[in-house]
């Protein structure tokens, strides 16, 4: 599990950046298992209630204005959703169209460029080699 500061927002930036990566797992019209393994992992940090858990749940195939939503966010929450969209985007090993232009709209309204965007995948690449070098050891 990656350390933290999500628990530490307020729990209405911990719901709105919850929602961001709802609106990211269902930008293509459909969540795979393996978006929604990574979003229930992602939930599970936000402290967010069971009730404002399922909430969330259940509206991850509704419609996002991204734009308000966005403007209603902190910049450093909006950086930290960043992140962790760049992870789900990356969990399928690719990142196509739909997914490269939230990416860069998120990073612009935290005031970041594409060159932050591409530099956060490139982590998420070295992060998975990490975690096979892990299975590797295990001759898993």
């Known amino acids: ?14 719901f709105q950046y919850a929602q961001l990566l709802a609106y990211l797992a269902s930008v293509d019209g459909e969540i795979s298992r393996i978006e929604m393994a990574f979003y ?64 860069n709209k998120v990073a612009a309204a935290a005031g970041l460029t594409q060159q932050h965007v591409d530099q956060l995948l490139n982590w998420t690449v070295k992060g998975f080699h990490w975690m096979q070098e892990g299975y590797n050891v295990l001759d898993y």
């Not at 195939?61 to 450093?76: E, N």
């Not at 969209?85 to 739909?98: F, K």
């Open 40 to 103: 229930e992992q992602r939930l599970g940090a936000t402290l967010l209630s069971p009730e404002r858990k399922q909430q969330l749940r259940e509206s991850m195939l509704q419609q996002l204005d991204l734009d308000a939503h966005l403007a209603k966010m902190q910049p450093r929450s909006i950086k930290l959703a960043l992140r962790d969209i760049c992870l789900m985007t990356m969990v399928d090993r690719e990142v196509d169209d739909s997914e490269r232009a939230v990416l």
């Open 1 to 14: 599990m990656l350390h933290d500061v999500i628990h530490e927002m307020d729990p209405s930036e911990r």
